[in-house]
């Protein structure tokens, strides 16, 4: 089993996880507070046990996690949640209710904690953007990812210019389905409210610098796919 876990910004790291079933890296993000740890995502149950390692790896147990934050329901992003048996979790009510042991009293947009957070309600109906204001990191989860995609050349955590060319050209040769792209722009300009210095996917690389300018580029391919589907 291959997994990375680097640091992105302090306190705040990335685990990703080689998922050779479904043949991408699938993430999740710790932050080290004084007080216990707070998990972005938990990857799947079968990931768990290396999920373990990682977090022992930083020097924490399973019991430190305190909150468990998840992007949406699918199970690459929640089933890990089990093994934190003092945290509280939290998902979004929208992600139904077949999600055990998670509160789901979130709204459309609010504050935990050191997170803003937003309804972006595209690729699931609960999917909810997170946004730790301390560091300037924005949580896409799966809204925007880099599903299946290989790593950067320079690494899991790096600017990411090949990504982020790969995004715009998918988007340009109609990757994102037409009834799929209305939403997809709408949960795009959600991403814009945040001052986001970093992106960190539910999958793949993450992305360091100027992520709004790469947003606003993938907002105006966006626009112009469907102008053209307008004709
Ligand atoms: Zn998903
Ligand atoms: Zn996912």
């Known amino acids: 089993m291959d997994f990375l876990v680097d640091k992105v910004k302090d306190r705040i790291y990335a685990i990703a996880f080689w998922d050779t079933e479904w043949k991408s890296y699938n993430n999740c993000y710790l932050v080290l507070e004084e007080d216990g740890v707070i998990m972005i995502d938990s990857c799947k149950a079968e990931h768990s046990k290396y999920l373990l390692q990682a977090i022992h790896r930083l020097g924490k ?50 504050v935990v904690g050191e997170f803003d957070y937003m309804l972006a309600g595209y690729h699931s109906p609960g999917s909810v953007i997170y946004y730790h204001r301390p560091s300037g990191i924005l949580f896409t989860g799966d809204v925007l990812c880099f599903f299946g995609d290989p790593l950067s050349k320079e690494g899991l955590v ?58 606003e580029e993938l907002v105006s391919e966006a626009g112009n796919q469907l102008n053209l589907e307008a004709k």
């Not at 093994?83 to 929208?94: E, L, V, W, Y």
Request: charged letters at 30%; glycine letters at 12%; aromatic letters at 6%.
């Open 61 to 110: 147990t399973a019991d430190d996690v305190k909150l468990v934050l998840a992007t949406h329901g699918h199970e690459d992003h929640v089933e890990g949640a089990e093994m934190f048996k003092n945290a509280k979790k939290i998902i979004h009510p929208k992600e139904g209710e077949e999600i055990g042991e998670f509160d789901d009293e979130l709204s459309d947009q609010g």
């Open 158 to 215: 790096s600017e990411g210019k090949e990504l982020r060319q790969a995004w715009v050209d998918y988007l340009k040769s109609g990757g994102v389905s037409s009834s799929d792209l209305p939403g997809f722009l709408e949960a795009l300009k959600i991403l814009l409210h945040f001052q986001s210095e970093i992106m960190c996917t539910g999958h793949g690389g993450v992305l360091v610098g100027e992520v709004n300018e790469f947003v």
